[in-house]
């Protein structure tokens, strides 16, 4: 299984936040992609901005990584995102893993794309 890998781009003209998350996550690579989070996103007005992510090469969650998860989903929610988009490969496991999660947490507007 790929390892977790993950990419951040801010782009203040266009108002999006771009970020590119792929593999496997560990605990440990979680904590890097939250520090790094932090450090791009912290200093600009979310509420402007949209949230996209390009999950094409996401795997399955596993159910020891859901917690992680759901707590990054929480971040963005108190983060306040204009909208937070994710696309992904067609998958209605990770599909329905995603909405599930968006919906505990209640994060919204949040919309997953089949691409």
Do not use: W
Not at 19 to 34: D, H, T
Not at 37 to 65: G, W
Request: glycine share 6%.
């Amino acid at each position: 299984m790929r390892e977790g890998f993950y990419s951040i781009q801010v782009n203040s003209v266009q108002k999006v936040v771009n970020m590119v998350v792929g593999g496997s996550f560990s605990p440990e690579k979680v904590q890097q992609f939250l520090n790094e989070y932090h450090k791009n996103l912290d200093p600009i007005p979310a509420s402007q901005y949209e949230l996209r992510f390009d999950c094409r090469d996401l795997n399955v969650i596993t159910q020891d990584m859901i917690p992680h998860l759901q707590g990054c989903f929480e971040l963005y929610k108190t983060t306040g995102f204009k909208k937070v988009v994710v696309e992904i490969k067609q998958s209605a496991i990770i599909k329905m893993q995603l909405n599930r999660i968006a919906k505990t947490v209640g994060l919204e507007p949040f919309e997953v794309v089949e691409v």
